[in-house]
């Protein structure tokens, strides 16, 4: 069965970290682009950043630039999002997907493989 879990989501006071994971199976992930998402409350979702399958990663928007990073390890078949200095406003439910295409990886639109998505709460 090919699908996408995420983990490591929870409550967690300003300041903090955590470091979301992506595990794929049915599939390798190795080919594929990865991405993350974000939806907040009464919000639409959007683009985090993307693990190129050729080893890169897209630039990080303003709002988490300098405080988020994405790693994968293909050996795990697992893509990572780890979240410093965590704020109130990056409360959101996070969603990594696999994508074949760039495009596809940093655009909610578009063929991919979604994962279940992963609370994350910061309280102030």
């Known amino acids: 069965q090919v699908q996408l879990v995420e983990s490591g989501g929870r409550l967690v006071q300003a300041g903090g970290s955590l470091r979301l994971s992506c595990r794929a199976s049915g599939f390798s992930l190795e080919n594929y682009n990865m991405g993350w998402f974000r939806q907040g409350p009464g919000k639409e979702r959007e683009f985090v950043v993307a693990s190129t399958s050729s080893g890169g990663y897209t630039p990080y928007p303003d709002s988490v630039k300098g405080r988020f990073t994405v790693s994968r390890d293909n050996a795990e078949n697992t893509v990572y999002l780890q979240m410093n200095s965590l704020k109130p406003e990056d409360t959101a439910v996070y969603y990594c997907?696999?994508?074949?295409?760039?495009?596809?990886?940093?655009?909610?639109?578009?063929?991919?493989?979604w994962g279940q998505g992963t609370q994350v709460t910061v309280s102030s």
């Open positions: 997907a696999a994508a074949t295409t760039i495009r596809n990886a940093i655009t909610v639109p578009g063929t991919k493989i």
